[in-house]
Structures are given as C-alpha cells and as structure tokens.
Nanobody, 117 residues
Framework: QAQLVESGGGLVQPGGSLRLSCTAS??????????MAWYRQAPGKQRELVAA???????RYADSATGRFTISRDNAKKMVYLQMNSLKPEDTAVYYC?????????WGQGIQVTVSS
C-alpha cells in the first residue's frame, strides 16, 4: 500500500530554518510520474498549498512561501523536500505532503512545525 511519511518538523525560533522531508513507499510506480506538493493547515484555518514540484521539475509557490521556501525532489530516493528559511510565527502549522497524478491522490499524515520564541 502506497504511503507518504513526513519528517523534519519541530520547534524553531523566528528567523530559523527547517527542512521537511517526505518519503514515498509501497508503490511500484516510478516516483517521477507524480506531482508532489507541500500543504499546511494552521489551527482554525483551511489547508493551503505551500509549494509544488511538477514532473518536469518546475516549481510553484504560494506568495507566503516565495523567496523563503524551496521545494525539491529526489526521484531515485522517492523523496521530496521543503527547505524553509526565515521562518515566521505565522508559518506555524501542520505540514502535509501530497502526491497527485494518474488518477491518484495520496496524502501523508502531517507533521507539526511550530515557530516560536
């Protein structure tokens, strides 16, 4: 059974950095055929797209992430990353990894990121 597992979250001070990782497993399909994305959901708010990376490597970012976050992927390792710099308290949320494509839509369980002094 295919699944996505996020790691790398935690508590960081404002201005700090974190790198989230998402590992895909349990799927015989080649990882590079899927679009991968990071979403987040803060308490009391709707889940929102943070960044996406397409099969050709092109990227998309939410305005709030542009210039501070970088999404990347390693197809051989079946992993996607989110490098987050200059973190702000408003970045505090549960971050989710998502895989889409070929009529599939798979989410990870989410990981907490807390930005606080």
């Amino acid at each position: 059974q295919a699944q996505l597992v996020e790691s790398g979250g935690g508590l960081v001070q404002p201005g700090g950095s974190l790198r989230l990782s998402c590992t895909a497993s349990g799927d015989r399909n080649m990882f590079n055929i899927f679009t991968m994305a990071w979403y987040r959901q803060a308490p009391g708010k709707q889940r929102e797209l943070v960044a996406a990376i397409l099969t050709n490597g092109s990227t998309r970012y939410a305005d709030s992430a542009t210039g501070r976050f970088t999404i990347s992927r390693d197809n051989a390792k079946k992993m996607v990353y989110l490098q987050m710099n200059s973190l702000k308290p408003e970045d505090t949320a549960v971050y989710y990894c998502r895989r889409t494509g070929f009529q599939s839509d798979l989410w990870g369980q989410g990981i907490q990121v807390t930005v606080s002094s």
